[in-house]
């Protein structure tokens, strides 16, 4: 029956064994026929799982699948051979959400990887414990490591934090801002006249819910009343000073750039300390 509607244009041959309706496939089914052509020991991983698990993109060349035993290779498979637990998503046999990432840790660069971890933090989907339990041996484990060093980092005080954004000011010359100023009815945590705001942000200020909406609802006011608000976080100031003191010269008249027109006269700040 399956040769008869090969012949005659009703199946298309996927992978072996493995047939479709069509011979559009979508990636997504190609993703699936590479794990159902190696049977139910198979499961998608690395790149392929993190799609599946919406860690990173998807995959638009080959695509890893891991088995159990030593498998022969099929056109469009990466193949590598473990003992691993089997998880379903969206009815996708893949790796789960802990092995994925310490599968991806082989393949992406420190920054990439980073981004899934942080991805996966911000979808449930991180047990650093299990990851660190699990990480021994394997391949991009110092990467790892040094991705889960810096969630082991202490939060610093808000006047931790304000304080290195002043050290960061001075070491490259730019002009202090005032700081925890009031506009709008807001309070700012640095302003430079006319119209440029920067928010410093501490996960530990800001990884509730309210915060988050408060933050938006913040920035939104500011932004139409023709403030330009910028957003940096502990890492980028402990880490891209430059970059930071560079977005505020572009927008800072007094630190040597163009900026924006002024804001609205009924938006300048109402009260804050001097810098």
Not at 94 to 117: E, K, M, N, Q
Request: aromatic share 6%; with cysteine.
């Amino acid at each position: 029956m399956v040769k008869r509607r090969l012949e005659a244009g009703r199946l298309y041959r996927v992978q072996r064994s493995v047939f479709a309706l069509t011979p559009n496939i979508l990636p997504r089914g190609r993703m699936l026929a590479a794990a159902l052509t190696y049977g139910p020991e198979a499961v998608l991983s690395h790149r392929a799982a993190a799609a599946i698990w919406d860690l990173g993109p998807w995959p638009t060349g080959v695509i890893d699948v891991t088995v159990r035993t030593r498998r022969k290779p099929r056109q469009g498979i990466r193949l590598h051979r473990a003992g691993v637990a089997r998880a379903v998503r969206d009815g996708f046999p893949v790796t789960t959400p802990t092995r994925s990432l310490i599968d991806l840790a082989s393949v992406l660069p420190l920054g990439r990887l980073r981004d899934a971890f942080e991805r996966a933090e911000r979808l449930r989907l991180l047990d650093v414990n299990s990851v660190s339990e699990e990480m021994h041996g394997r391949r991009g484990a110092r990467k790892i490591r040094a991705v889960l060093a810096e969630w082991s980092e202490p939060e610093p005080t808000k006047t931790e934090l304000e304080q290195a954004w002043r050290n960061l000011c001075r070491d490259h010359g730019l002009p202090l801002p005032s700081q925890n100023v009031i506009l709008l009815g807001y309070e700012v945590d640095a302003f430079w006249e006319p119209d440029l705001v920067v928010e410093l942000d501490s996960w530990e200020w800001h990884k509730t819910r309210r915060a988050f909406e408060e933050d938006r609802q913040k920035a939104a006011a500011l932004e139409a009343a023709g403030y330009r608000v910028l957003h940096f976080t502990w890492r980028q100031v402990k880490g891209e000073p430059e970059l930071l003191a560079a977005a505020i010269r572009s927008g800072c008249p007094r630190a040597g750039g163009r900026g924006r027109s002024p804001a609205p006269a009924a938006a300048r700040p109402s009260s804050g300390p001097s810098a």
